[in-house]
């Protein structure tokens, strides 16, 4: 049986790269709505119950390939300015977006599957490795 040319990251060709963690954070964050840079950060912390602090370099540095990429656009939509500071940008999911983010989060759910299936994870059921109680 023939494998499939792989990509340079490892990936089938045609297949969209794996997404840096950053990157799959910020379009998991934007998944809930839109959101300024600094909600951003404060959503992933909160995702990740504060493993994972985004520093405004990686941020916005991955805002930018991110916007260049066509995953998020900069949302035109800004709330009551009375209530906000009007410098702040808002970015949004773009549908590419959500469709190389389903991916991925397809891709990381494949590997959990594996860590289960070598018992590095529980069960789904139960809380011991492997599932068998």
């Known amino acids: 049986m023939r ?18 963690p950053a990157a799959f954070h910020i379009l998991l964050a934007l998944a809930g709505g839109e959101r300024h840079g ?4 404060q959503e992933v912390e909160a995702l990740t119950v504060g493993a994972l602090r985004l520093g405004p370099g ?16 900069e949302s035109g939509e ?3 300015p009375t209530l906000d500071d009007e ?3 808002y970015y949004r999911l773009t549908a590419l977006g959500e469709r ?10 494949r590997l959990v599957g ?6 590095l994870l529980p069960g789904p059921e139960a809380g011991t490795p492997g599932g068998d109680g």
């Open 3 to 20: 494998q499939a040319r792989r990509g340079p990251q490892g990936t089938p060709r045609g297949a969209p790269p794996a997404l840096t």
């Open 38 to 41: 600094y909600a951003i950060m």
């Open 58 to 73: 990686t941020l916005y540095g991955t805002i930018k390939r991110l916007l260049g990429a066509g995953l998020i656009a």
């Open 78 to 80: 800004r709330p009551d």
């Open 87 to 89: 410098r702040r940008r």
């Open 100 to 109: 190389v983010a389903a991916d991925e989060a397809r891709r990381l759910d």
């Open 114 to 119: 594996a860590a289960r299936e070598r018992r």
